[in-house]
């Protein structure tokens, strides 16, 4: 037995073939206000429109479009077809919404507009079942709204995002996948995390059809926590049901079953009845794998004293037919044929590949029991079934025995026919298999290129950050973390700036000028790697450095910042330019972070920062001015051991600042 496919619906599905895809539809928990698109006389919104062609489950979205004042969109002929065809389209009036669409002349409206009334068709087309209509009509919309303006995003997303579904559809995984990934960078710039979070689910998928499990499970992890973050704990649980399911189908059954439980003690009675009764099933399918067969009869018992009707006459029928498979297990064949019959039974005609498979259990039961001849015409039956309808995992599950039985009776010619279409099976399924290989081979080293290219990018992109801000900080921007900025109680603050410099400007040449500050500028940040400090910026002769903005060691990162204030002075002094710096420093809080922009930089605020420039300011050349506050717990044998000590100088009145007690810091 196989786990049951587990799916729900997403927009509307393209087609039902499909095992494992996701939901989306904006909730009510969503702010919308924040995603309002203005209509060409800027009077009104199409925020209507955004909600409901991004998913809304059809009976909230046409609530919604019947609470909307119809004065919002009056005046407005365009919006005011659109309404209507949204209203049609819900009510289920396909044929009348797609000629009202029809009837209005969208030419000379803004290509918004048209982007819009472009998306609605394609919904038609698609709930229609007119793929390839909704396809190019998709296309169009992508490549019209493609580069334009922020207010766009979201109908970019919709198109994008609509455009996949269409793809995946169709067996085009890699377009499929790079409109998704369209999607979802649109979703991240218009800050819908709830969107975004259901397009990883949706690249899952894409994962899954070319078989890289591991990346399929990831995303599908990322996707549901990410969905739990923001309150979706209803959808998330059903992107966990997808993480199960994958682990199940390839083997996983220990993990498959945690994954399950875990699902089923997170408000599972507030799932659709189809969904746990799927998980429940499947649970049960990993427990008989792993030989629980009493739990498994448990999850039956529990399944069957419910109300199973409400699951489905189909979903009745599986019940049975596992319960039928259980008590095979266990080799109470009587059982499990009275299984067999109240599974035929519930059935019905409601799936042919599921009768075939009771058919095919009822045999081997049949012919355990020495019922040969019955047990052959069963088999007989399935084996025509099957090949009629070309259900090929059906046919290679039963011919070895089917041919088996033929041998025993004598029926050689017939075993003989069996065991060919057996091998004409295998031989058509693994010719399929390569050329599905093939296609998932050349999709995985295009993937493979995309991901060789983007981490040259991310690592140039790195290399670039790194150079302008700590490591640790360009790390957390590379990961994607939109806002730094942290409060830290003691920072150390260094400031030096260069004596004179302006008449320098003057005197030198500008290459020579630059040179002369480069050369500089690169040994200071010699010095502040060697003793742990950050450069922060420079600005013309003006050097700021840190040490504290990622730890506690208050006194560490004081003798940190006043080592490399020492070795700069000495280097400055031993230059036979003549240059001279006054260097000021100083501890205390301070706000670090991140300035966003055109010119990302990171950056120290506060008055730890104004109070170091101070120091600096009322500095003398080749001297350091600190706070008492640097050399606080600073002991003098540390001073002595770098040829330093430190002088009183006592209290300043620095403009803008309090008054406050300074020292020295000489350098012998």
């Known amino acids: 037995m196989l786990p049951i496919p587990f799916s729900f619906p997403k927009f509307e599905s393209c087609h039902a073939t499909k095992q494992i895809p996701t939901f989306v539809g904006w909730g009510e928990s969503t702010t919308m206000d924040s995603a309002q698109v203005m209509l060409p006389n800027g009077s009104t919104s199409l925020d209507w429109c955004v909600r409901v062609l991004?998913?809304?489950?059809?009976?909230?979205?046409?609530?919604?479009?019947?609470?909307?004042?119809?004065?919002?969109?009056?005046?407005?002929?365009?919006?005011?077809?659109?309404?209507?065809?949204?209203?049609?389209?819900?009510?289920?009036?396909?044929?009348?919404?797609?000629?009202?669409?029809?009837?209005?002349?969208?030419?000379?409206?803004?290509?918004?507009?048209?982007?819009?009334?472009?998306?609605?068709?394609?919904?038609?087309?698609?709930?229609?079942?007119?793929?390839?209509?909704?396809?190019?009509?998709?296309?169009?919309?992508?490549?019209?709204?493609?580069?334009?303006?922020?207010?766009?995003?979201?109908?970019?997303?919709?198109?994008?995002?609509?455009?996949?579904?269409?793809?995946?559809?169709?067996?085009?995984?890699?377009?499929?996948?790079v409109q998704y990934r369209q999607a979802r960078a649109l979703a991240r710039t218009a800050g819908l995390v709830r969107e975004e979070a259901m397009l990883d689910s949706d690249i899952a998928t894409v994962y899954l059809e070319i078989h890289d499990t591991l990346r399929a499970i990831e995303l599908f992890s990322r996707s549901a926590d990410a969905l739990a973050e923001v309150g979706e704990h209803f959808v998330a649980g059903k992107i966990r049901i997808n993480i199960a399911t994958t682990l199940q189908r390839h083997g996983h059954h220990a993990e498959a079953a945690k994954a399950y439980e875990d699902v089923m003690a997170r408000s599972f009675d507030a799932y659709e009845p189809t969904v746990q009764f799927t998980c429940m099933m499947n649970?049960?399918?990993?427990?008989?794998?792993?030989?629980?067969?009493?739990?498994?009869?448990?999850?039956?018992?529990?399944?069957?004293?419910?109300?199973?009707?409400?699951?489905?006459?189909?979903?009745?029928?599986?019940?049975?037919?596992?319960?039928?498979d259980l008590r095979y297990r266990y080799g109470d064949v009587e059982s499990a044929l009275s299984e067999c019959a109240l599974a035929q039974s519930a059935l019905g005609d409601s799936s042919a590949m599921l009768f075939l498979e009771i058919e095919a259990l009822r045999s081997q039961l049949l012919w355990q029991q020495g019922h040969n001849t019955e047990a052959l015409d069963r088999m007989s039956m399935v084996f025509t079934e099957a090949q009629r309808l070309d259900h090929r995992r059906i046919l290679i599950a039963i011919t070895g025995d089917y041919a088996s039985?033929?041998?025993?009776?004598?029926?050689?010619?017939?075993?003989?026919?069996?065991?060919?279409?057996?091998?004409?099976?295998?031989?058509?399924?693994?010719?399929?298999?390569?050329?599905?290989?093939?296609?998932?081979?050349?999709?995985?080293?295009?993937?493979?290129?995309?991901?060789?290219?983007?981490?040259?990018?991310?690592?140039?992109?790195?290399?670039?950050?790194?150079?302008?801000?700590?490591?640790?900080?360009?790390?957390?921007?590379?990961?994607?973390?939109?806002?730094?900025?942290?409060?830290?109680?003691?920072?150390?603050?260094?400031?030096?700036?260069?004596?004179?410099?302006?008449?320098?400007?003057?005197?030198?040449?500008?290459?020579?000028?630059?040179?002369?500050?480069?050369?500089?500028?690169?040994?200071?940040d010699d010095v502040m790697d060697h003793h742990g400090c950050e450069k922060i910026k420079t600005?013309?002769?003006?050097?700021?450095?840190?040490?504290?903005?990622?730890?506690?060691?208050?006194?560490?990162?004081?003798?940190?910042?006043?080592?490399?204030?020492?070795?700069?002075?000495?280097?400055?002094?031993?230059?036979?330019?003549?240059?001279?710096?006054?260097?000021?420093?100083?501890?205390?809080?301070?706000?670090?972070?991140?300035?966003?922009?055109?010119?990302?930089?990171?950056?120290?605020?506060?008055?730890?920062?104004?109070?170091?420039?101070?120091?600096?300011?009322?500095?003398?050349?080749g001297r350091i001015q600190a706070s008492e506050a640097v050399v606080a717990g600073v002991d003098a044998e540390f001073l002595a051991a770098l040829g330093a000590r430190v002088t009183p100088r006592g209290i300043i009145a620095p403009k803008g600042i309090a008054p406050l007690s300074t020292v020295w810091i000489d350098v012998e």
């Not at 360009?474 to 260094?494: F, H, K, S, W, Y």
Request: hydrophobic share 45%; glycine share 6%; aromatic share 8%.
């Open 283 to 324: 649970l049960a399918l990993c427990y008989k794998s792993m030989e629980q067969h009493d739990r498994a009869e448990a999850l039956y018992s529990r399944l069957s004293g419910a109300d199973v009707q409400r699951y489905g006459a189909e979903a009745h029928a599986r019940l049975r037919y596992a319960m039928a």
């Open 539 to 621: 600005i013309g002769d003006s050097y700021m450095a840190t040490a504290g903005t990622t730890e506690a060691d208050v006194a560490g990162q004081r003798r940190r910042i006043i080592a490399a204030a020492i070795d700069m002075t000495r280097l400055v002094a031993e230059r036979a330019d003549g240059l001279r710096v006054r260097i000021g420093v100083h501890v205390g809080p301070a706000v670090v972070g991140v300035m966003g922009g055109k010119r990302m930089t990171y950056d120290v605020w506060g008055d730890t920062v104004n109070i170091a420039a101070r120091m600096e300011s009322t500095s003398e050349p």
């Open 54 to 177: 991004c998913g809304y489950p059809a009976e909230d979205a046409l609530a919604y479009l019947q609470r909307l004042p119809r004065d919002a969109y009056a005046n407005v002929p365009s919006v005011q077809t659109i309404v209507e065809v949204a209203r049609l389209y819900f009510q289920g009036d396909l044929h009348e919404a797609l000629r009202r669409l029809d009837a209005f002349d969208w030419s000379a409206e803004t290509a918004m507009v048209r982007a819009v009334e472009g998306i609605w068709r394609a919904r038609l087309h698609t709930r229609s079942n007119d793929f390839a209509a909704a396809r190019q009509q998709l296309e169009g919309v992508v490549a019209l709204v493609d580069g334009q303006m922020p207010e766009w995003h979201i109908i970019s997303m919709v198109a994008n995002w609509r455009l996949g579904l269409l793809l995946f559809n169709d067996g085009d995984m890699q377009r499929a996948r």
């Open 405 to 524: 039985w033929l041998a025993e009776e004598g029926r050689y010619a017939e075993a003989y026919r069996v065991m060919a279409e057996r091998s004409s099976i295998t031989e058509r399924t693994r010719a399929s298999d390569d050329q599905r290989a093939a296609t998932v081979a050349s999709m995985r080293n295009a993937i493979e290129q995309e991901r060789v290219v983007m981490k040259a990018v991310d690592d140039q992109r790195r290399a670039i950050l790194s150079n302008v801000m700590p490591s640790h900080v360009a790390d957390r921007l590379m990961a994607g973390e939109p806002t730094i900025a942290e409060q830290r109680d003691n920072v150390a603050v260094l400031f030096a700036d260069i004596v004179n410099f302006s008449r320098l400007a003057v005197e030198l040449p500008a290459k020579d000028l630059v040179l002369s500050l480069e050369a500089l500028f690169r040994s200071f």
